[in-house]
């Protein structure tokens, strides 16, 4: 059975889909990045800006007392966007980083 690191080079849905391995474990990863409390949150806050600012979103999870510190954003974020949940922007003019919902993560609006 494949494990992550077979994955780890994997950009997009289509060459998860090319096997059934990389299905079931994209369907995995999946599962496990809506179903975590704090990604769901983040889930829910990008899903209701068009786009929100890594900084934004680290000071609104912050004053929620979701998380403590930048490295937990970082971390759950990254997950996210590795279930094709979110994208990450990076505006060059500004050097800023955005973040925002994708089709995938729009099951949040399906939560209660």
Same mark, same amino acid.
């Given at each position: 059975? !494949? &494990?992550?690191?077979?994955? =780890? #080079?994997?950009?997009?849905?289509?060459?998860? /889909?090319? /096997?059934?391995?990389?299905?079931?474990?994209?369907?995995?990863?999946?599962?496990?990045?809506?179903?975590? !409390?704090?990604?769901?949150?983040?889930?829910?806050?990008?899903? @209701? #800006?068009?786009?929100?600012?890594?900084?934004?979103?680290? =000071?609104?999870? %912050?004053?929620? =007392?979701?998380?403590?510190?930048?490295?937990?954003?970082?971390?759950?974020? &990254?997950?996210?966007?590795?279930?094709?949940?979110?994208? *990450? %922007?990076? &505006?060059? *003019?500004?050097?800023? %980083?955005?973040?925002?919902?994708?089709? /995938?993560? @729009?099951? %949040?609006?399906?939560?209660?």
């Amino acid at each position: 059975m !494949p &494990d992550e690191f077979d994955f =780890k #080079n994997y950009k997009s849905m289509e060459e998860y /889909s090319q /096997s059934l391995e990389g299905t079931k474990y994209l369907h995995d990863l999946y599962l496990k990045a809506v179903n975590h !409390p704090v990604r769901r949150e983040i889930l829910e806050i990008v899903n @209701k #800006n068009t786009k929100i600012a890594r900084k934004e979103l680290l =000071k609104i999870l %912050i004053e929620k =007392k979701i998380i403590k510190e930048e490295n937990q954003l970082v971390y759950n974020v &990254d997950y996210l966007i590795k279930a094709f949940c979110i994208n *990450s %922007i990076n &505006d060059d *003019s500004s050097g800023e %980083i955005f973040y925002e919902i994708t089709q /995938s993560g @729009k099951v %949040i609006e399906y939560f209660e």
